[in-house]
Protein backbone atom coordinates (compact mmCIF):
# COMPACT_ATOMS: atom_id res chain seq x y z
CA UNK A 1 0.00 0.00 0.00
CA UNK A 2 0.84 3.41 0.04
CA UNK A 3 2.95 5.10 2.42
CA UNK A 4 2.64 8.06 4.59
CA UNK A 5 4.95 9.46 6.54
CA UNK A 6 4.16 12.05 9.65
CA UNK A 7 6.55 13.77 11.57
CA UNK A 8 7.78 14.62 14.36
CA UNK A 9 6.76 10.85 16.03
CA UNK A 10 7.01 12.80 19.34
CA UNK A 11 7.58 16.23 20.23
CA UNK A 12 7.20 17.94 23.77
CA UNK A 13 6.85 21.64 23.53
CA UNK A 14 6.46 24.45 26.66
CA UNK A 15 3.10 26.19 27.14
CA UNK A 16 2.74 28.93 25.00
CA UNK A 17 5.22 28.07 22.27
CA UNK A 18 3.77 26.56 18.35
CA UNK A 19 4.56 23.43 17.23
CA UNK A 20 4.56 22.06 13.37
CA UNK A 21 3.70 18.30 12.33
CA UNK A 22 4.49 17.39 9.18
CA UNK A 23 2.12 14.26 7.21
CA UNK A 24 3.82 13.67 3.79
CA UNK A 25 3.31 11.06 1.00
CA UNK A 26 5.98 9.33 0.22
CA UNK A 27 4.85 7.20 -2.85
CA UNK A 28 1.29 8.64 -4.43
CA UNK A 29 -0.07 12.53 -4.89
CA UNK A 30 -2.57 13.24 -1.42
CA UNK A 31 -4.77 15.54 -3.23
CA UNK A 32 -6.98 15.11 0.59
CA UNK A 33 -5.59 14.85 3.62
CA UNK A 34 -7.53 14.72 7.00
CA UNK A 35 -6.16 15.65 10.42
CA UNK A 36 -7.11 13.99 13.34
CA UNK A 37 -6.91 13.90 17.25
CA UNK A 38 -6.75 11.04 19.46
CA UNK A 39 -7.31 11.25 23.23
CA UNK A 40 -6.12 7.91 25.41
CA UNK A 41 -7.98 5.29 25.36
CA UNK A 42 -10.79 6.83 22.97
CA UNK A 43 -11.49 6.87 19.01
CA UNK A 44 -9.88 9.37 16.39
CA UNK A 45 -11.84 12.68 15.86
CA UNK A 46 -11.66 14.20 12.80
CA UNK A 47 -10.13 17.73 13.03
CA UNK A 48 -9.74 18.91 9.68
CA UNK A 49 -10.03 18.33 5.95
CA UNK A 50 -7.70 19.37 3.60
CA UNK A 51 -7.22 19.78 0.07
CA UNK A 52 -4.48 21.13 -2.20
CA UNK A 53 -4.20 24.59 -2.79
CA UNK A 54 -7.24 25.29 -1.19
CA UNK A 55 -8.24 26.30 2.76
CA UNK A 56 -9.22 23.62 5.33
CA UNK A 57 -12.37 22.82 6.30
CA UNK A 58 -12.72 21.99 10.10
CA UNK A 59 -15.55 20.28 11.83
CA UNK A 60 -17.84 21.88 14.42
CA UNK A 61 -16.05 23.08 17.94
CA UNK A 62 -12.06 22.98 15.77
CA UNK A 63 -10.61 26.37 16.32
CA UNK A 64 -9.29 27.14 12.90
CA UNK A 65 -7.07 29.62 14.09
CA UNK A 66 -5.83 27.38 17.06
CA UNK A 67 -4.78 24.34 14.65
CA UNK A 68 -3.52 26.04 11.04
CA UNK A 69 -3.12 23.58 8.50
CA UNK A 70 -1.13 23.81 4.94
CA UNK A 71 -1.42 21.73 2.09
CA UNK A 72 0.68 23.97 -0.18
CA UNK A 73 1.77 21.04 -2.51
CA UNK A 74 0.44 17.25 -3.40
CA UNK A 75 2.83 15.53 -1.16
CA UNK A 76 2.88 17.82 2.34
CA UNK A 77 0.20 19.00 4.81
CA UNK A 78 1.11 20.29 7.67
CA UNK A 79 -0.50 20.77 11.11
CA UNK A 80 0.64 23.98 13.75
CA UNK A 81 -0.48 23.99 16.51
CA UNK A 82 -0.06 27.83 17.67
CA UNK A 83 0.32 28.90 21.39
CA UNK A 84 0.34 25.24 23.10
CA UNK A 85 -1.17 24.68 25.94
CA UNK A 86 -1.44 21.26 28.51
CA UNK A 87 -5.10 20.56 26.70
CA UNK A 88 -3.26 20.22 23.57
CA UNK A 89 -1.37 17.30 24.96
CA UNK A 90 -2.85 14.43 22.19
CA UNK A 91 -1.74 11.92 19.81
CA UNK A 92 -2.74 13.46 16.05
CA UNK A 93 -2.66 11.13 13.26
CA UNK A 94 -2.83 12.10 9.33
CA UNK A 95 -4.62 10.06 6.58
CA UNK A 96 -3.75 11.10 3.26
CA UNK A 97 -6.31 9.99 -0.02
CA UNK A 98 -5.20 10.00 -3.56
CA UNK A 99 -7.83 10.77 -6.40
CA UNK A 100 -7.27 7.72 -7.90
CA UNK A 101 -7.92 5.63 -4.85
CA UNK A 102 -11.09 7.70 -3.56
CA UNK A 103 -12.34 4.53 -1.55
CA UNK A 104 -9.08 4.76 1.30
CA UNK A 105 -7.03 6.66 3.01
CA UNK A 106 -3.29 5.50 4.32
CA UNK A 107 -2.27 6.93 7.69
CA UNK A 108 0.70 8.61 9.18
CA UNK A 109 2.19 6.94 12.49
CA UNK A 110 1.20 9.46 14.17
CA UNK A 111 2.56 12.33 16.83
CA UNK A 112 2.58 12.32 19.96
CA UNK A 113 2.54 15.73 21.50
CA UNK A 114 2.84 17.03 24.85
CA UNK A 115 2.40 20.28 26.10
CA UNK A 116 4.07 21.43 29.38
CA UNK B 1 -25.79 11.31 8.76
CA UNK B 2 -23.03 8.03 9.13
CA UNK B 3 -22.64 6.80 12.78
CA UNK B 4 -20.67 3.98 13.38
CA UNK B 5 -21.05 1.55 16.88
CA UNK B 6 -18.76 -1.21 18.02
CA UNK B 7 -20.41 -2.91 20.67
CA UNK B 8 -17.61 -4.16 23.01
CA UNK B 9 -15.44 -1.78 24.67
CA UNK B 10 -12.92 -4.59 25.43
CA UNK B 11 -12.73 -8.29 24.30
CA UNK B 12 -10.03 -10.87 26.45
CA UNK B 13 -9.54 -14.23 24.40
CA UNK B 14 -6.74 -16.50 24.89
CA UNK B 15 -4.66 -17.61 22.65
CA UNK B 16 -5.77 -19.48 19.82
CA UNK B 17 -8.98 -19.30 20.29
CA UNK B 18 -11.48 -17.70 17.91
CA UNK B 19 -12.43 -14.26 18.39
CA UNK B 20 -15.66 -11.82 16.80
CA UNK B 21 -15.33 -8.30 17.19
CA UNK B 22 -18.36 -6.51 16.86
CA UNK B 23 -19.34 -3.43 14.25
CA UNK B 24 -22.78 -1.64 13.51
CA UNK B 25 -23.70 0.70 11.08
CA UNK B 26 -26.03 3.64 10.31
CA UNK B 27 -25.96 5.44 7.05
CA UNK B 28 -28.42 6.60 4.52
CA UNK B 29 -26.59 6.31 1.07
CA UNK B 30 -24.48 2.99 0.23
CA UNK B 31 -21.20 2.93 1.89
CA UNK B 32 -17.75 1.96 2.46
CA UNK B 33 -16.80 -0.13 5.58
CA UNK B 34 -13.01 -0.65 6.97
CA UNK B 35 -11.23 -2.16 10.04
CA UNK B 36 -8.08 -1.07 10.94
CA UNK B 37 -5.79 -1.79 13.64
CA UNK B 38 -3.89 0.45 16.18
CA UNK B 39 -0.95 -1.21 18.14
CA UNK B 40 0.28 1.47 21.30
CA UNK B 41 1.68 4.36 19.78
CA UNK B 42 1.21 4.18 16.32
CA UNK B 43 -0.91 5.06 13.42
CA UNK B 44 -3.92 2.72 11.98
CA UNK B 45 -3.06 -0.16 9.79
CA UNK B 46 -5.90 -1.67 7.70
CA UNK B 47 -7.13 -4.96 8.08
CA UNK B 48 -9.59 -5.11 5.44
CA UNK B 49 -12.17 -3.16 3.53
CA UNK B 50 -15.54 -3.49 2.05
CA UNK B 51 -16.30 -1.48 -1.22
CA UNK B 52 -18.57 -3.47 -3.29
CA UNK B 53 -19.44 -7.11 -4.05
CA UNK B 54 -18.83 -10.33 -1.95
CA UNK B 55 -20.06 -10.08 1.53
CA UNK B 56 -16.98 -11.61 2.86
CA UNK B 57 -13.77 -10.06 2.84
CA UNK B 58 -10.67 -11.58 3.35
CA UNK B 59 -7.77 -8.93 4.97
CA UNK B 60 -4.53 -9.30 6.43
CA UNK B 61 -2.87 -11.22 9.37
CA UNK B 62 -5.96 -13.99 9.19
CA UNK B 63 -8.93 -11.60 9.88
CA UNK B 64 -11.71 -11.47 7.59
CA UNK B 65 -15.35 -9.69 7.88
CA UNK B 66 -19.08 -10.22 6.96
CA UNK B 67 -20.99 -7.31 5.13
CA UNK B 68 -24.86 -7.50 6.21
CA UNK B 69 -26.81 -5.31 4.68
CA UNK B 70 -30.27 -6.16 6.38
CA UNK B 71 -28.46 -6.21 9.85
CA UNK B 72 -26.16 -3.16 9.10
CA UNK B 73 -23.33 -4.41 10.21
CA UNK B 74 -19.30 -5.56 9.55
CA UNK B 75 -18.25 -7.75 12.53
CA UNK B 76 -14.46 -8.99 12.40
CA UNK B 77 -13.64 -12.32 12.82
CA UNK B 78 -10.63 -14.35 12.85
CA UNK B 79 -10.54 -18.19 13.82
CA UNK B 80 -7.47 -18.47 16.25
CA UNK B 81 -5.58 -15.13 17.79
CA UNK B 82 -2.32 -14.67 18.48
CA UNK B 83 -0.75 -12.78 21.09
CA UNK B 84 0.56 -10.29 19.03
CA UNK B 85 -3.22 -9.78 17.75
CA UNK B 86 -3.40 -7.95 21.10
CA UNK B 87 -4.29 -3.96 19.67
CA UNK B 88 -6.99 -1.52 19.67
CA UNK B 89 -9.32 -2.34 16.82
CA UNK B 90 -11.46 0.52 15.00
CA UNK B 91 -14.49 -0.03 12.72
CA UNK B 92 -15.31 2.81 10.45
CA UNK B 93 -17.71 3.76 7.19
CA UNK B 94 -16.25 6.48 4.79
CA UNK B 95 -18.29 8.96 3.22
CA UNK B 96 -18.25 9.56 -1.03
CA UNK B 97 -15.55 12.26 -0.06
CA UNK B 98 -13.59 9.96 1.93
CA UNK B 99 -14.30 11.38 4.98
CA UNK B 100 -14.21 8.36 7.86
CA UNK B 101 -16.22 7.95 10.73
CA UNK B 102 -14.41 5.64 13.14
CA UNK B 103 -16.53 3.58 16.16
CA UNK B 104 -15.67 4.21 19.72
CA UNK B 105 -12.62 0.97 19.19
CA UNK B 106 -12.53 -2.47 20.92
CA UNK B 107 -9.61 -3.30 23.09
CA UNK B 108 -8.58 -7.02 22.02
CA UNK B 109 -6.18 -8.33 24.66
CA UNK B 110 -4.83 -11.83 23.77
CA UNK B 111 -3.71 -14.04 26.88
CA UNK B 112 -1.69 -16.62 26.89
Redesign the interface.
Known sequence: GAVVSQHPSWVICKSGTSVKIECRSLDFQATTMFWYRQFPKQSLMLMATSNEGSKATYEQGVEKDKFLINHASLTLSTLTVTSAHPEDSSFYICSARAARMNTEAFFGQGTRLTVV | AQSVTQLDSQVPVFEEAPVELRCNYSSSVSV?L?W?VQYP??????LL?Y?SGSTLVKGINGFEAEFNKSQTSFHLRKPSVHISDTAEY?CAV?DP?????????T?LSVKP
Do not use: A, T
Not at chain 2, 41 to 46: H, T
Open positions: YFYNQGLQLKLFSRGKLIFGQGE
